[in-house]
């Protein structure tokens, strides 16, 4: 996991480096800026006779203040003078050390936000290579969750906690090592209470890490039922279920804040017990370090302005101290956002092209159905044993009950899925052995549920088709019927419709996803057919674009009006997975059965003889 995770960094080595080393920087002027507190206290408590003097300090502390500060102040300078240069080159020691904490976030943010655009674009990638099964049992709250929230969490562990850690750390070792130069017993007497320190606080680790997966789960949760209730605002108020919708989402967001509190709480235990055991440390020591100090002068084993250097350094010790021994919980909802997110990385693309796949190219023969059957588990068969033919320019009707199977068939024409048993063949060759996106490319699908995209009406019908001229769309959505409405939109063809486009009718709508289908000019046409939910006039000028749609082309339809499928070449009536009946529309009315009990159904209910239509005995 951790070196996964570190993997993120790769990229961008150069960045990391320079952060590193403002980070490095940073931990050794601001530890430095400490050490400055000896050579001022003697300055100013007159400790040396009135003028500066390192070898009353501790020997390689003396010894590096006289290869720092020894290069602006000497030993025959005047005390006023001495106190002045002191004070300036504290100033400028943490000048330096602003500046290279300004430095370290600048580059850490730069590498952040680096590695955020890359962790999307990935994760983003890999969710639209995966196939229809995964979004069919993943709800899009949380797949917009682990993309937004977890990889903000993964950023923050990746770089910002991450150079914490480390600013940390070398501000520990840092400290040890001027703490050991001044004393070596003070300094095991200072570090006796971290082991304390961070062994309490390991105990807390497996709670929290529950904690926080609940917590995210619960999050994505409240996401989701967010955006459902968003999408179908119209059938809450259609329904009046304001009332309703409310509650359910009190009762998650309740849900939701017991499981933070209850979370937050174990982590808030993390800052009073390190900084209990930081004072406790902090106690001993001026109880053994003023022992050492308060002696007559040759059995003195420190000198005060040492002392007191040794606690600010002690103290300077505990701050990242207490950080690291809670680090374990600060990083903690970042590794359960981690694991959330290779949750999606890791999902298999199940619909992988083979090596050598080939281009796809033009239709010319046949597309044949060899007894496929399909299922998404296998306790739930979807199709079994469904075997036909189509030839080029054939219209291939799909009737029969909801659940039948129909849409399953022609998303298996579409290569959404791959057959569970059984071939799919396009002139002879397996559908498995073509390129999915060549292949794909050749097709055009106009859906029953119309997605239109937050663009402009323009760019909707030129969808994801490159460089494509004005002239091109214009005639593709006259050829729609959908000229007429766009040039009414404020903007015309540059109005931009709104996510949905709830600003255009159902029909509008169709008939912009017809003029895209129309401009792609796809030999082969898979049409869900959407007019029965259209009013009268709507229908007719959807029925006229999808008639001039239809002309030249190879087509799967799912018909929901028996109506319009009586020209089909092939009707397909299926139930159960199964075709049950096969033929033109006259020769399944004339055989009986299922389909024309479907008819006979549809047509009573206008007030229609089957007669009528049909001329069937």
Excluded: C
């Excluded at 590498?111 to 674009?121: D, F």
């Excluded at 995210?216 to 108020?237: C, F, I, N, P, Y």
């Excluded at 979370?263 to 109880?287: F, H, K, Q």
């Excluded at 308060?294 to 505990?318: D, H, I, S």
């Amino acid at each position: 996991m951790y070196r996964r995770l570190l993997g993120y960094l790769a990229p961008f080595k150069g960045l990391f480096v320079l952060a590193f080393l403002a980070t490095l920087l940073f931990a050794a002027t601001d530890t430095f800026s400490i050490i400055m507190l000896i050579p001022f206290l003697n300055v100013i408590f007159h400790l040396d006779g009135g003028a500066l003097s390192f070898n009353s300090m501790p020997g390689d502390i003396g010894k590096l203040m006289e290869g720092t500060v020894g290069q602006f102040i000497t030993t025959d300078m005047a005390l006023a003078q001495q106190l002045t240069r002191i004070t300036v080159l504290i100033f400028f020691v943490f000048l330096v050390k602003n500046l290279f904490d300004y430095l370290q976030s600048v580059f850490v943010v730069r590498l952040e936000q680096s590695i955020v655009k890359k962790t999307r674009n990935q994760v983003y990638g890999h969710l639209l290579e995966l196939d229809l099964r995964f979004f069919n049992r993943t709800r899009a709250g949380d797949i917009i969750r682990r993309l937004t929230a977890d990889v903000d969490q993964v950023r923050l562990l990746v770089t910002n906690n991450f150079f914490k850690f480390m600013t940390a750390v070398l501000q520990v070792l840092i400290t040890v090592v001027l703490l050991i130069k001044i004393n070596l017993q003070l300094t095991f007497i200072a570090l006796v209470v971290l082991p304390l320190m961070f062994g309490l606080l390991s105990r807390l680790l497996k709670r929290l890490k529950r904690g926080d997966r609940s917590v995210m789960g619960l999050a994505s949760d409240v996401t989701s039922h967010l955006q459902e209730t968003v999408m179908g605002v119209r059938q809450v108020k259609a329904a009046a279920a304001e009332k309703f919708e409310r509650d359910r989402f009190e009762n998650l967001t309740q849900r939701y804040m017991k499981a933070h509190i209850r979370t937050e709480r174990v982590r808030a235990l993390a800052n009073p017990m390190s900084e209990l055991l930081g004072t406790l440390g902090t106690i001993i020591l001026l109880w053994y370090g003023a022992r050492m100090v308060a002696v007559p002068e040759p059995q003195r084993v420190l000198e005060p302005t040492a002392f007191l250097a040794f606690l600010a350094l002690t103290m300077k010790l505990y701050q990242p101290a207490k950080w690291l021994s809670r680090f374990p919980s600060i990083i903690n909802p970042g590794i359960v956002s981690a694991e959330r997110i290779f949750e999606f990385l890791d999902t298999p693309i199940a619909m992988i092209d083979a090596a050598g796949a080939r281009t796809f190219g033009e239709f010319r023969d046949e597309i044949r159905f060899d007894n496929v059957s399909f299922h998404y588990n296998e306790s739930e068969p979807v199709l079994d044993d469904i075997s036909f033919v189509v030839k080029p320019g054939q219209v291939v009707a799909l009737v029969g009950p909801s659940g039948s199977g129909k849409t399953t068939l022609v998303d298996l024409v579409a290569r959404f899925y791959d057959p569970t048993r059984g071939i799919i063949t396009m002139d002879g060759v397996d559908l498995r052995e073509f390129n999915a996106k060549s292949y794909r490319s050749k097709l055009g699908i106009v859906t029953q549920e119309t997605v239109l995209f937050h663009d402009t009406a323009r760019s909707n019908i030129a969808y994801a088709l490159g460089n494509v001229s004005n002239e091109a769309v214009e005639a593709a959505a006259s050829a729609a019927n959908a000229t007429e409405f766009i040039e009414r939109l404020p903007q015309g063809f540059e109005t931009v419709l709104g996510e949905r486009a709830t600003r255009l009718s159902g029909g509008q709508r169709q008939r912009i996803a017809i003029a895209r289908a129309i401009l792609r000019d796809p030999p082969i046409l898979i049409f869900d057919e959407a007019t029965s939910a259209l009013d009268t006039e709507s229908e007719r000028l959807v029925q006229a674009a999808i008639e001039r749609l239809l002309h030249g082309r190879t087509v799967f339809v799912i018909a929901h009006r028996l109506s319009t499928i009586r020209n089909a070449d092939l009707i397909l009536v299926m139930e159960r997975g199964r075709i049950v009946q096969r033929g033109t529309h006259d020769e399944l009315i004339a055989q009986g059965g299922l389909y024309r009990k479907l008819h006979r159904l549809q047509f009573e209910q206008r007030g229609q003889a089957i007669t009528e239509t049909a001329g069937a005995p």
